[in-house]
């Protein structure tokens, strides 16, 4: 199996992501309007309202690496080869939960606490994220139901740890299908039941199926995750490049006829393409792998979870002591995003860290003896 440690180039990905996100929600702000309107049109739509489709390079990239993860324990026993502990998907998904959960509820006293600060300062209504706030919402919130049960996240990044969640217990339903399919027909029909998973998941693109809005569940996005584990399986020399290559053309055929979320497609489209293209050129422990795009890497979670209330409470420090100008403005933007850099890296290090240490103490009891596990 290929080296993990490989893979500094999906850590600069994803910081580069993250900061497009940013970028998006700057020019969405609307204390940065006129710092908008100023700026060269080209500008504006392809360095800040395109950042939205970093949450696509986030989709490919953990398919990979939840890819990889199943991968590498299998969840049921192993006989053959005992020494390959079996890994129960209950594991897997305690050990992701553990991963993403603490930063995630750190994260959600963050943005009510932004919310009070916000309605202390204006004398409205205190409404995190617009809407009245209740326990019930709170406790959506919890168990990552909220826009499922039609509550109004907290604040709007939520809605991806939702759609993530979903995509780790799908995806172990393809695998439990995989393993005995694999075991009785081979591992050529176990590939065949990952690949028929991201076929079905082409009927949302191709308008086959219709979603009226943004979904809160997985299916109308699957095919971007999906695209992420069929890339790790082609990593692994598993899967014929042709599959990958036909699959990524199919999604720009349904971008090219008008499917729904074009923008989506082409940047599930470009980031496959561009790991497919590292991947051949050998540069996955090369390209975005200097320091500045490593640090975003590190803290690109930290920095999605609480830019957004960093952002707002900063631009409004700034209307409030300086002058109203564009000067001004594109100071405030930058006071903003050394403000969430920051911010984001001490977050990292108080609540992400922790969480990724202990995820990684989460493992399954070993039912192999003790001499197959030392090797005597």
Same mark, same amino acid.
């Given at each position: 199996?290929?080296?993990?440690?490989h893979?500094?180039?999906?850590?600069?990905?994803?910081?580069?992501?993250a900061?497009?996100?940013?970028?998006?929600? *700057?020019? &969405?702000?609307?204390?940065?309007?006129?710092?908008?309107?100023?700026?060269?049109?080209?500008?504006?739509?392809? &360095?800040?309202?395109?950042?939205?489709?970093?949450?696509?390079?986030?989709?490919v990239?953990?398919?990979?690496? $939840?890819?990889?993860?199943l991968?590498?324990?299998?969840?049921?026993?192993?006989?053959?080869?005992?020494?390959?502990? #079996?890994?129960?998907?209950?594991?897997? !998904?305690?050990?992701?939960?553990?991963?993403?959960?603490?930063? +995630? +509820?750190? /994260?959600?006293? =963050?943005?009510? =606490?932004?919310?009070?600060?916000? #309605?202390?300062?204006?004398?409205?209504?205190?409404?995190?994220?617009? /809407?009245?706030f %209740?326990?019930?919402?709170? =406790? @959506?919130?919890?168990?990552?139901?909220?826009?499922?049960?039609? +509550? =109004?996240?907290?604040?709007?990044?939520?809605?991806?740890?939702?759609?993530?969640?979903?995509? +780790?217990? /799908?995806? *172990?339903?393809?695998?439990?299908?995989?393993?005995p399919?694999?075991?009785?027909?081979?591992?050529? @029909?176990?590939?065949?039941? $990952?690949?028929?998973?991201?076929?079905?998941?082409?009927?949302?693109?191709?308008?086959?199926? %219709?979603?009226?809005?943004?979904?809160?569940?997985?299916?109308?996005?699957?095919?971007?995750? #999906?695209?992420?584990?069929?890339?790790?399986?082609?990593?692994?020399?598993? !899967?014929?490049?042709?599959?990958?290559? @036909?699959?990524?053309? /199919?999604?720009?055929?349904a971008?090219?006829?008008? &499917?729904p979320?074009?923008?989506?497609?082409?940047?599930?489209?470009?980031?496959?393409?561009?790991?497919?293209?590292?991947?051949?050129?050998?540069?996955?422990?090369?390209?975005?792998? *200097?320091?500045?795009?490593?640090?975003?890497?590190?803290?690109?979670?930290?920095?999605?979870?609480?830019?957004?209330? $960093?952002?707002?409470?900063?631009?409004?420090?700034?209307?409030?002591?300086?002058? %109203?100008?564009?000067?001004?403005?594109?100071? #405030?933007?930058?006071?903003?995003?050394?403000?969430?850099?920051?911010?984001?890296?001490?977050?990292?290090?108080?609540?992400?860290?922790?969480?990724?240490?202990?995820s990684?103490?989460?493992?399954?009891?070993?039912?192999?003896?003790?001499?197959?596990? %030392?090797?005597?």
């Open positions: 199996m290929a080296d993990r440690r893979l500094g180039f999906f850590d600069g990905l994803r910081g580069v992501a900061f497009a996100v940013v970028l998006y929600h *700057i020019s &969405g702000h609307e204390r940065m309007q006129e710092l908008m309107a100023a700026l060269p049109a080209p500008l504006v739509e392809w &360095g800040f309202r395109y950042g939205l489709l970093g949450v696509a390079v986030f989709f990239l953990s398919g990979f690496v $939840i890819g990889y993860s991968d590498r324990w299998r969840l049921a026993a192993d006989h053959e080869n005992p020494e390959r502990r #079996a890994k129960p998907f209950g594991v897997f !998904l305690v050990k992701r939960l553990v991963r993403l959960t603490p930063p +995630y +509820y750190a /994260a959600i006293a =963050v943005a009510l =606490v932004a919310a009070i600060g916000a #309605a202390v300062e204006s004398g409205e209504p205190f409404e995190p994220g617009l /809407a009245p %209740t326990i019930g919402r709170l =406790v @959506a919130h919890l168990f990552y139901v909220q826009e499922i049960l039609g +509550y =109004v996240n907290f604040n709007d990044v939520f809605w991806t740890l939702a759609i993530e969640l979903q995509f +780790y217990i /799908a995806l *172990i339903v393809v695998w439990l299908i995989k393993e399919v694999e075991a009785r027909w081979g591992r050529t @029909a176990g590939l065949a039941v $990952i690949v028929a998973s991201a076929v079905a998941g082409l009927a949302w693109p191709f308008a086959l199926v %219709t979603v009226e809005g943004r979904s809160p569940w997985f299916m109308a996005l699957w095919y971007s995750f #999906a695209s992420g584990v069929m890339l790790y399986l082609t990593w692994q020399g598993r !899967l014929p490049r042709l599959v990958i290559g @036909a699959y990524t053309a /199919a999604l720009v055929v971008a090219a006829i008008g &499917g979320n074009q923008g989506f497609l082409l940047a599930t489209v470009a980031t496959s393409g561009a790991i497919l293209a590292a991947m051949e050129l050998g540069r996955l422990d090369q390209w975005l792998t *200097i320091r500045p795009f490593r640090f975003l890497g590190r803290i690109s979670y930290s920095l999605y979870l609480i830019h957004t209330p $960093i952002l707002g409470a900063v631009f409004t420090v700034m209307a409030a002591i300086g002058p %109203t100008n564009v000067w001004w403005d594109l100071v #405030a933007m930058t006071a903003g995003v050394v403000a969430g850099l920051v911010l984001s890296t001490i977050f990292y290090h108080l609540f992400e860290l922790p969480s990724i240490r202990l990684k103490r989460v493992q399954p009891r070993s039912r192999v003896p003790e001499m197959a596990r %030392t090797g005597m």
